[in-house]
Structure formats: structure tokens, C-alpha cells
């Protein structure tokens, strides 16, 4: 069915071979660039990643990390790849616990990145082009300079204590003292060196070689904890994804230490509901899923950080019946445990043969610790603020363990294929909007388009937040256009509402819809800078 109750602000992008979404059209390009020349789903996500990395820096880098799920279309098989890095082998919990807990930013915050390994992983085994013809646009970015948008410039002027204090941040995105205007021309020549050496020499230099040897240099200057002996130890980490089945689809996502199964819970809660009947935007159909969030975030908080998470017991029967028998009509209070903001970004892809690719990475925070490497170029992240400092608890920190993460990579099959690849940035809010664009377009049949630009909302637990110190606050923020009467409905329910204008709440999705005809319907979020194209 197609729903008619919403007019996108930009058009639904289709096309027959090929779809990118990402969140920065030079990203998206890129990926075109690289589909258009006959590569592969894998070798156009190295492309877009690496790009990402250099024209929206206060997201991700070769400084983070990142989760890839792929999907074969001659295979049939689906293959996650998680290029996490591990925690220092100095950081334990009685350093940070000295040092009076885990900063947001600066050099204690910098944990092992691990991105490099993931995508190495991905194009190894699924890269057709070779891994150095894949830098083309990622050099030219950040040898030439690219425009700064007004996004950047948002993050930037939001995070001038953070880049303030680090000389070689405070020239690149700080010139002449000042928040850069836009279309100001923005070039990062030692990124661009790194960047061409990476591409030379193979990923392999990143964490054990010349390159290696001038990054541990530059987190040893910045006193980070991070030593070469922990580069040379970062491996990436191959599983297959999580599934559920779920009203004739299957939803798959990324496995530990990414906590996706929260999503898939989330959707096992609400599964026996007439959700239609509800209504979309409607108070019942917002206050049923809010309440299936906060339900699935307590098992989040008990179970993500483990080797292992118990997601059977997690996903069953028996867990989503009593979540759902315990959902009344009132907003329940529910205190995760006893919102520092984290950003990131996501894209996907899918080529001419139909294999796809559904990525996300991340410094954590917007510019992660604020430091970049004179020698690199590169901007640490500040990965080690999400680790808890409590013996016993499911996510406590200890030397060599990869934290985890709340990036997800869904996608959603039907018939045997890929229906829906989407995803998002947005720290502990992605999976629930994740949720909510997917009970959209699976239930409403909203277009991915319309789904994307549809009033969302986010909830908030006490407690719930990521980076330490973990707090939050018991709110449910909601864009203006869900409309006064479920607004005040919600209210009525007893939620605590904040209101926030149209395309100001949370997240910045993308996505791509494959139809029967081979038709890829692609979709971007105008929250931020996303851009999809088609050909």
C-alpha cells in the first residue's frame, strides 16, 4: 500500500543499477563514482567511509570506528564487520577511578580506533577494485579542500571548548580564531598525506608499520593511554548478524558489542499489535512504542558489554509477552540504573547485482577527544567515555575489551533479498528511530522518503546515557508536527513532552528500498547533510 499522508520536502531518488545514501553529498558522489565504474557494493562503501571521514570530521574518521553488514547477492549470505578497537591495556578501572571517572574529551578519552580493520575486513572479502584505487575521492577532499556547510559549522561552533585547546584542531577548524563561514574552503594536507600512504601501503600499516609507528607518536604527544603495542593487537571481528522474523520480514542486525538487538526487541514487543488500526502518528501507536523502548533499554542496560548477550532469552516469546503485558496506559517510570550527546554517521549502498551494504561509524562525540595528530592528521575519537567504571557491570571497563557500542547497521529482508537497508547516527537514540522508520514503512507503507522526513520521537530514561557519567533525564521529545492532539494526548498519558520544531528532533537516517522490479528507492535525511542519488 502507499501512503498519501505525507509530502516530502525532497524528491524520492530512484533508479535501476545502483543507490547511495549517505550523510554528505560529496560522500554520496563518491559511492556513485565507484558503482559507476564497475565496482562493487564493498568497494564503493571503503569509498564513502574514507570520504565521510574527511568531509564531515566531527562524525567519523580514521580516528573511530565503524560496524559494516554486508549482504551477498550471489551468495545469500549476510556477513557483519566490526572495526572496533579494544581499550588501552593501561586503562583499568582503578586509573580512571584516580583520575576521578572518564573525561568526555581530551587525551584520557582516546580509545584504540578500529575502523581501518573493519572495512579492510569488508573489501577482503567482498572488494572487487583494488583497496588503493578506492582513496581517489577522500585524497581530493582533503588535499583540495571542501566546502564546510552549515551543519559543520554548527558542530563547530557548538564545540569550540573541545578544539579550542589542541593546536592542530584549533587551525583546521577554528581559522583565524573564528567558526568558519560557510562555503569556506576547508583543506587538511596532512590527512591527505595519511591518506595517500594508507592507500600505498595497505591497511596492514595502519596498526603495525611506518604508519603505525608516526600514529603512535601522535597519541603518545597527546598522552592518551593508547600505546603501539595496542595498535598492533586491533583485529576486526566477523559474525553473522542478529534476526528475528517479523510480520513476513526478517530483520537482521548488527551483533555484539553493537547493541542492535534493542531494536529487535523493541519490534517483538509491539509485534502482536494492530499497529495500523492505531494509527500512524497517533497518541496510542506513539505512547505503545515509547513504552516498548523504555522495556527493551532495561534489558539493554543489564545485557550489552558482554562477550556473549543472552539475545535468545532477549528476543523470545515469553520476554516480549511480559514486556507488552506490562505496558499500560500510563507512561511508566523506568530509571535504566541507580544525555552527554555522541555523534556519528551512516550510509548505505547497494549495486548492480544487488549486493548491499549498511554502515555506520563514529568518533563517538561531535570531533570525538578534540585532538588531532600533527604528524596524521587524523582526529582521535573519545570511545573510552562510554565504558562503565562498576565492577560486574555488563559494559565495565577492563584492559582489552572493545566496549559497546549503540551504532547499528539494520536491514530488513523479504523474499530472500534486501527490502530495506537503512540506518542512522544518534548516539542511544538510534535504534528507537530506527523503530519507528521501519514500523513506517513496513506497516504504514510509507516510502522510504516520506518515512525518513515523518515527525519522529525520542525517549529518554534516567540513566540511559552512553558516556560516562551515564545520567538522563525522564523526557520524551517530540517534533511539532506529530500534532497538538497527540501531543496533549501524550501529556495525558503522563509523559513528560518536550516539544522541538519540524526536522529538529534526533538522527539523521538514510536508507535504501529495493522493489520487486529492481527498482532502488533512495532516501536522505534533510536533518543534516544527507544526499542520495541513484542511477
Not at 556547510?149 to 585547546?165: C, K, Q, S, V, Y
Not at 533479498?417 to 540506518?423: D, E, K, M, N, S
Request: contains cysteine; glycine residues 12%.
Amino acid at each position: 500500500m502507499a501512503y498519501e499522508g505525507i509530502r516530502t520536502h525532497r524528491p524520492l531518488i530512484m533508479g535501476r543499477r545502483g543507490a547511495v545514501a549517505s550523510n554528505h553529498p560529496v560522500a554520496t558522489q563518491a559511492g556513485l563514482d565507484v558503482l559507476r565504474a564497475g565496482g562493487s557494493a564493498a568497494d564503493a562503501a571503503v569509498s564513502i567511509s574514507l570520504t565521510l571521514g574527511v568531509v564531515e570530521p566531527h562524525m567519523s574518521g580514521l580516528g573511530g570506528d565503524g560496524f559494516y553488514h554486508h549482504w551477498s547477492a550471489k551468495s545469500g549470505r549476510a556477513e557483519t564487520y566490526a572495526g572496533t578497537g579494544q581499550a588501552p591495556a593501561a586503562a583499568t578501572i582503578a586509573h580512571y577511578r584516580a583520575a576521578g571517572g572518564i573525561p568526555n574529551h581530551g587525551a584520557p578519552s582516546v580509545q584504540t580506533p578500529g575502523k581501518v580493520a573493519g572495512l579492510a575486513a569488508l573489501h577482503a572479502a567482498h572488494g572487487s577494485r583494488p583497496w588503493g584505487a578506492l582513496f581517489g575521492a577522500a585524497i581530493e577532499a582533503a588535499r583540495d579542500g571542501f566546502a564546510a556547510t552549515h551543519a559543520l559549522r554548527h558542530f563547530i561552533g557548538e564545540n569550540r571548548a573541545r578544539l579550542d585547546p589542541d593546536a592542530t584542531s584549533r587551525a583546521i577548524y577554528l581559522p583565524d580564531g573564528a567558526v568558519p563561514p560557510v562555503g569556506t574552503v576547508m583543506a587538511q594536507p596532512a590527512l591527505a598525506a595519511t591518506l595517500q600512504r594508507l592507500a600505498a601501503t595497505g591497511p596492514r600499516d595502519f596498526y603495525d608499520g611506518a604508519l603505525s609507528r608516526d600514529l603512535a607518536a601522535d597519541l603518545a604527544d597527546a598522552g592518551t593511554l593508547v600505546t603501539a603495542g595496542d595498535l598492533a593487537a586491533v583485529t576486526a571481528r566477523e559474525a553473522a548478524p542478529v534476526a528475528i522474523a517479523w510480520r513476513g520480514f526478517e530483520v537482521r542486525q548488527t551483533p555484539a558489542p553493537s547493541m542492535g538487538f534493542a531494536m529487535l526487541q523493541m519490534l517483538r514487543i509491539v509485534e502482536q499489535d494492530d499497529l495500523a488500526a492505531l494509527g500512524w502518528g497517533s497518541e496510542a501507536l506513539v505512547h505503545l512504542m515509547v513504552e516498548a523502548k523504555k522495556r527493551a533499554f532495561l534489558d539493554r542496560e543489564a545485557e550489552a558489554g558482554r562477550d556473549v548477550p543472552d539475545t535468545a532469552s532477549l528476543l523470545s516469546d515469553a520476554a516480549a509477552a511480559a514486556h507488552r503485558a506490562a505496558i499500560g496506559a500510563r507512561a511508566a517510570r523506568l530509571p535504566v540504573r541507580a544525555l552527554a550527546e555522541a555523534d556519528t554517521t551512516y550510509f548505505c549502498v547497494m549495486d548492480a547485482e544487488g549486493n548491499a551494504v549498511s554502515a555506520i561509524q563514529s568518533i563517538n562525540s561531535a570531533f570525538g577527544s578534540g585532538i588531532t595528530g600533527a604528524r596524521t592528521g587524523i582526529l582521535l575519537n573519545n570511545r573510552m567515555s562510554y565504558w562503565h567504571l562498576e565492577e560486574g557491570h555488563a559494559n565495565a571497563l577492563a584492559p582489552g575489551r572493545r566496549v559497546r557500542h549503540t551504532m547499528n547497521a539494520p536491514m530488513v529482508m523479504k523474499d530472500g533479498r534486501p527490502w530495506l537497508v537503512f540506518g542512522t547516527p544518534g548516539a542511544d537514540n538510534q535504534v528507537q528511530v530506527n523503530f519507528q522508520v521501519l514500523v513506517a514503512c513496513a506497516v504504514f507503507g510509507m516510502d522510504p522518503q516520506q518515512a525518513l522526513e515523518a515527525p519522529r520521537w525520542t525517549s529518554s530514561q534516567p540513566g540511559q546515557e552512553s558516556n560516562h557519567p551515564h545520567g538522563g533525564g525522564d523526557v520524551l521529545t517530540v517534533e511539532r508536527g506529530l500534532g497538538e492532539a497527540t501531543i496533549a494526548g501524550l501529556r495525558q498519558r503522563g509523559h513528560e513532552v518536550k516539544v522541538v520544531a519540524d526536522l529538529e528532533g534526533a538522527c539523521s537516517v538514510e536508507a535504501i528500498r529495493l522493489l520487486p522490479n529492481g527498482v532502488r528507492m533512495a532516501a536522505s535525511d534533510p536533518r543534516r547533510d544527507g544526499w542520495a542519488g541513484a542511477w
